[in-house]
């Protein structure tokens, strides 16, 4: 009865030990899976080519694999979560982007879009009509003004011609009837030298 007392005392001192040296392992060692095996592995014996691994360590292990794995699986679900949400996010942004594009775009045909007389004109086909009737108009002024010019000079060249004609056909006038005066005397004179040969000739 002694000899089993001191046996069954043995063993638990042994696996007291054995779970100390194993927490104090664990504390020690990498805590990552990778290192948890690598551990597991060193602190295994080796009998005829095979591992003898320590059921208690290889619980452990499987058992902080699995709960990696949850872990994991938690991790990548909540990821989808929240990726699906960014993308709902993404696509009313996008939405919103696109309406605001839209509106933009259809304001800037607004403020580019003149219209005149009923029709509808761009600014830049608004200002090459204007600007081309501008130059017409102005060139036709030039025009005008160049004919007007050119009519005042000639009527003010045919007004001196006028005027010169007229002081000539004036002063013609003035000497053909000085002329005809001095004619009109001359045969006046003539006459009564006539008239006085006449009266001579009689007696």
């Excluded at 095979?50 to 872990?71: C, G, H, M, Q, S």
């Excluded at 600007?131 to 045919?158: C, D, N, Q, V």
């Amino acid at each position: 009865m002694k000899k089993f007392i001191l046996k069954t005392m043995a063993l638990l001192c042994f696996a007291l030990l054995a779970n100390s040296s194993m927490a104090q392992d664990t504390a020690k060692a990498d805590p990552s899976l990778k290192g948890q095996y690598q551990l597991m592995l060193s602190k295994s014996r080796t009998l005829d080519g095979y591992k003898l691994v320590n059921p208690t360590r290889l619980a452990d292990f499987w058992k902080n694999v699995r709960d990696t794995i949850n872990t994991e699986r938690k991790d990548l679900t909540s990821a989808r979560i929240k990726i699906s949400e960014q993308q709902k996010s993404i696509n009313e942004l996008q939405a919103q982007i696109q309406g605001k594009d839209t509106a933009l775009s259809s304001s800037n045909a607004k403020l580019n879009e003149i219209t005149f007389l009923g029709i509808s004109f761009s600014k830049s086909t608004y200002n090459t009509i204007v600007w081309t009737l501008i130059i017409i108009l102005g060139l036709a002024l030039a025009i005008l003004i160049f004919r007007s010019i050119k009519l005042a000079h000639e009527a003010k060249y045919r007004s001196d011609l006028y005027n010169e004609i007229a002081t000539e056909y004036q002063n013609y006038k003035v000497k053909a009837n000085d002329k005809e005066k001095k004619l009109a005397r001359e045969l006046q004179d003539e006459r009564n030298k006539f008239e006085e040969f006449r009266s001579t000739g009689r007696k």
